[in-house]
């Protein structure tokens, strides 16, 4: 008998990370506006929202219209308000910039003092502002960095505070 016990007393755990995942199931009818889904496996903003009663039956259906957070894609989805729906974990960073390499990636300071260069300089706006601030203004400058479900972007850029 105590033979038994102790093989079921061996437990191996193993995880990547802290045991935090890349998503957490929420139910339909939970989610709201600004809040973050995952729809076709994208991580998403929700932009609009809107519930349909339907026949005697049937189940409320909730309408989604969500914004693909790295791509700014459009994206909609319909599910039952009971079922459940995937929301992102997403994180926001901000960094120090240190440098823009010439390939096009940006050097950031992290907390504890190394760094990474592992994030490239977003198209558009944003990336104009980062280039615009860092190399023509040459102004200290942070940049936050979105991360969800194992993709990360630069989506803003401010002058860093002078402290």
Do not use: W
């Not at 989610?31 to 039956?57: A, D, Q, W």
């Not at 309408?63 to 459009?74: C, E, Q, S």
């Not at 990636?105 to 994030?119: A, C, E, I, N, Q």
Request: charged residues 30%; glycine residues 8%.
């Amino acid at each position: 008998m105590a033979d038994n016990d102790a093989q079921h007393e061996q437990h191996t755990f193993e995880s990547a990370d802290a045991g935090a995942s890349a998503t957490f199931p929420m139910q339909c009818s939970a989610l709201r506006k600004n809040g973050f889904v995952v729809i076709k496996g994208r991580p998403c903003k929700i932009v609009e929202m809107s519930t349909s009663k339907t026949g005697k039956h049937g189940h409320a259906k909730v309408h989604l219209v969500a914004l693909d957070i790295f791509t700014g894609r459009k994206m909609e989805d319909l599910c039952p308000s009971t079922h459940n729906m995937d929301v992102p974990n997403v994180t926001r960073k901000e960094y120090q910039l240190l440098d823009i390499s010439d390939d096009g990636y940006l050097s950031l300071m992290v907390d504890d003092g190394s760094t990474k260069d592992d994030v490239k300089v977003p198209e558009g706006e944003v990336g104009k502002k980062i280039n615009e601030l860092f190399r023509e203004q040459e102004k200290d400058t942070n940049v936050i960095v979105l991360t969800s479900m194992g993709e990360e972007a630069a989506i803003e850029a401010k002058e860093a505070p002078k402290g």
